[in-house]
């Protein structure tokens, strides 16, 4: 099957655009981790919000105010345990892979545009292998948001020593985080295809040198 380079083109800057937008508004939004404790609020009848989101930046209390969450690069010196040191390493380390997916596809898209305009072989290549890596960055990132996200609430639980509460409490990941995967496989088959692209330019030129 003939493939055409043009159509290439355009599907993998719409898919890498949006690869780019979804990463851009997940790492702007709160919505990573959400605590539901409306049932909890219920039952005590209390007026203080106790349900919550969070991002990678801050956590938001519902009817309240956002506050950061602990600079997890200024805690050499801090009194903490060894468990929340660990958990700050982990917190310090998808807040570096998150951003650099992002600086990684702003670099393919510039090379990418430039590929496709000079067909060049080895630069679509190039582009193909560095989208490839901004996915295992951004894949990476999401593994490491996951398991922080397990070992915080290990952590929340042996601090509370009591899981009856949690029976009330619905703990789940957000719509930031699904925004993140969305972006992951967009990015695999941007990459993906620039491969593709590479190959068509690569056949089509040993076709010429052959004639």
Known sequence: ??????????????????????????????????????KLETSRNGTDALSSHS????????????????????????????????????HGTFVILMPLSLILMIFG???GFISILAR????????????????????TGISVYIAYSAAAFEEAVCLLRSKDL?????????????LVWISFVAEVLTGAVFLLAARVVGLKQRHEQAL
């Not at 519902?62 to 660990?86: G, K, M």
């Open 1 to 38: 099957m003939k493939v055409n380079l043009g159509v290439l083109s355009l599907f993998v800057a719409l898919v890498g655009v949006s690869s780019f937008i979804f990463l851009v508004v997940a790492i702007a939004t709160d919505f990573w981790y959400i605590i539901d404790a409306s």
């Open 55 to 90: 991002g990678l930046w801050r956590t938001c209390r519902v009817r309240s105010e956002c506050y950061p969450l602990i600079n997890p690069f200024w805690h050499e010196n801090a009194n903490i345990t060894d468990s929340h040191r660990q958990l700050l390493y982990m």
């Open 109 to 111: 898209g510039m090379t």
């Open 120 to 139: 060049a072989y080895l630069l679509l290549l190039m582009t193909g292998l560095l989208f490839l890596f901004g996915a295992l960055v951004t894949l």
């Open 166 to 178: 949690l029976v009330e409490i619905d703990i789940r990941f957000g719509w930031s985080l699904a």
